[in-house]
Nanobody, 126 residues
Framework: QVQLVESGGGLVQAGGSLRLSCADS????????MGWFRQAPGKEREFVAV????????DYDDSVKGRFTISRDNAKNTMYLQMNSLKPEETAVYYC???????????????????WGQGTQVTVAS
C-alpha cells in the first residue's frame, strides 16, 4: 500500500527557505521516480521537480532551477524539497507524487503520476 505524506510547509518571508519532506509508508519507494508539484488557488497543478529511483538524476522547472533542490533517502523512504529564495508567487499547496515512469524527462506533468500525497501549504509573505 502506497501512502505519501508531505510535511514541512508553513509561513515564510520572501527570500526565506523551507524544506519539505514526503514520506512513503510502503515498501516500494526505492523503485520509483518521485516528483513535486504545486497548485496555487485558481491555477492548474504545475510541475516543480522530479528525481529518479536512485536519486542520481533530477530535473526542475525553469522557474525553480538554482533555488530548489530535490533529493531522496531511500533508506528512510523519504523525499525532500529544499526551497531557497522563496517568492510570494510560489505560495501554493505542494504535493509529492509517485510515477511509474523510469525516464524522468517524461514525468513532468501530473498525468504521469499514479499516487499523490495530501499536500502541504506553503505561504510566502511579501
Amino acid at each position: 500500500q502506497v501512502q505519501l505524506v508531505e510535511s514541512g510547509g508553513g509561513l515564510v518571508q520572501a527570500g526565506g527557505s523551507l524544506r519539505l519532506s514526503c514520506a512513503d509508508s510502503g515498501r516500494t519507494f526505492s523503485f520509483y521516480t518521485m516528483g513535486w508539484f504545486r497548485q496555487a488557488p485558481g491555477k492548474e497543478r504545475e510541475f516543480v521537480a522530479v528525481i529518479n529511483y536512485s536519486g542520481d538524476n533530477t530535473d526542475y522547472d525553469d522557474s525553480v532551477k538554482g533555488r530548489f533542490t530535490i533529493s531522496r533517502d531511500n533508506a528512510k523512504n523519504t523525499m525532500y524539497l529544499q526551497m531557497n529564495s522563496l517568492k510570494p508567487e510560489e505560495t501554493a499547496v505542494y504535493y509529492c507524487a509517485r510515477s511509474p515512469l523510469g525516464a524522468i524527462d517524461l514525468a513532468r506533468t501530473q498525468y504521469q503520476y499514479d499516487y499523490w500525497g495530501q499536500g502541504t501549504q506553503v505561504t510566502v509573505a511579501s
